[in-house]
Structure formats: C-alpha cells, structure tokens
T-cell receptor
Framework: GGIITQTPKFLIGQEGQKLTLKCQQN?????MYWYRQDSGKGLRLIYY???????QKGDLSEGYDASREKKSSFSLTVTSAQKNEMAVFLC???????????FGSGTRLLVI | QEKVQQSPESLIVPEGAMSSLNCTFS?????SIWWYQQHPGKGPEALI?????GNKKEGRLTVYLNRASLHVSLHIRDSQPSDSAVYLC?????????????FGIGTLLSVKP
C-alpha cells in the first residue's frame, strides 16, 4: 500500500517568517492538493496541481506559494506568517477525475 | 462557487442506534458527493461516495442522494463508539483545470457506550 507523508508534523513560526511545508506520496497519483483546516471553517483549498510543474490556485491562495517539481512531492510556502495564526494544513493526492482523495495527517502551524 | 452545508453541527447517539447526518449543496450539476471520516489528529478518510439519484449501501453505511432538492444524507446503522469522529461531506467540482472537492464544515458524531 501507499503512503502520503507530511513534514513537519508541528511547526512554530514567528510573525513575518517564511515557512515551508512538505508533502510526499508514493501512490503515483497525478493530482495533489493543499487544504487549510480551521476550527469552525472546514477545509479550504489553497493550491492544487494536476501534474508535475502544474499549479492551480484555490480559494485561499493569497499569502501562499506552492511548488510541484516532482510528481511525488508538493510543497507549500507561507510567504509571511501572521501573528496568532493557528491552523492545520492537509495535503492530499488522487488519481484525478472522480477518484477519492488520500490525505496526510497534517502539519499543525502556530505563529507566535 | 459551490457551497456545502452540513447539519447538525454535532450529534450524540447511544451505542447501537442509527446516526443520521445531512448535507446540502448548491449546484445540481455537481459530480460525485463524498463522505469522509476524520478522527482527532488525523487526516480525513474517504468512506463512501454517490453519483446517481437514489441510495447506495455499503456495510453499515447508507447514502441517499436527491439532486432535485440538492440534498444528501449519510446513515450509520448500529453505531459504535469507534464511529465517533467528524464526518465531512464533500462535493466534487470538475472543470478545465481538473477536479476539486468542496468540503462542508462537518458534523461531530459522538456514540456513547
């Protein structure tokens, strides 16, 4: 079976800092996604990528950059962390079309 | 922009009871509707999906879809304490830039022994 791994599991940053989150999958899935999960707001799509070197903006892309240099990996950068920001960032992959998503366990971000 | 709303926000049921969760969406032309289960500290896991009007049954799970009323429901028969989790409804939106899922906020299910 495959696995999708997010690193780091926990990330504490300082206001204004640039922070990078990484995601790796070995399912050979074409499409990868980054979602942000806040309490009371559900999952919101930040960026997704339908193939290597492709990037598509989601509804929450402002303040973030993404990179898909290899099919197996998708990274997300918070360009300037906001003070008191606290959220879980979830990476997912899928075969595309109407296939289900496989999610990682998340990176928990706290900005002080 | 697709909107997905779930009710109730939280649900407490005794062990062995039926749990019923609801979801409404805004676009009748949406593709598949998915239900995901999320335990604390974990990512969501896909449970069941439905595309056509009617119902679909898998084990203790039954999903009902009515596209005309933009409504889908998930029913868990013989609920167990291990079913306690957040349940997320997600609607598949397919465009020229690929497929993406739009999620609701979720329903927190607690099954009491």
């Amino acid at each position: 079976g495959g696995i999708i791994t997010q690193t780091p599991k926990f990330l504490i940053g300082q206001e204004g800092q640039k922070l990078t989150l990484k995601c790796q999958q070995n399912f050979n899935h074409d499409t990868m996604y980054w979602y942000r999960q806040d309490s009371g707001k559900g999952l919101r799509l930040i960026y997704y990528s339908i193939t290597e070197n492709d990037l598509q903006k989601g509804d929450l892309s402002e303040g973030y950059d993404a990179s898909r240099e290899k099919k197996s990996s998708f990274s997300l950068t918070v360009t300037s962390a906001q003070k008191n920001e606290m959220a879980v960032f979830l990476c997912a992959s899928s075969m595309g079309g109407n296939s289900d998503y496989t999610f990682g366990s998340g990176t928990r971000l706290l900005v002080i | 922009q697709e909107k997905v709303q779930q009710s109730p926000e939280s649900l407490i049921v005794p062990e062995g009871a039926m749990s019923s969760l609801n979801c409404t969406f805004s676009n009748s032309a949406s593709q598949s509707i998915w239900w995901y289960q999320q335990h604390p500290g974990k990512g969501p896991e896909a449970l069941i999906s439905i595309f056509s009007n009617g119902n679909k049954k898998e084990g203790r799970l039954t999903v009902y879809l009515n596209r005309a009323s933009l409504h889908v429901s998930l029913h868990i028969r013989d609920s167990q304490p291990s079913d306690s989790a957040v349940y997320l409804c997600a609607v598949s939106s397919y465009g020229s830039s690929g497929n993406k899922l739009i999620f609701g906020i979720g329903t927190l299910l607690s099954v009491k022994p």
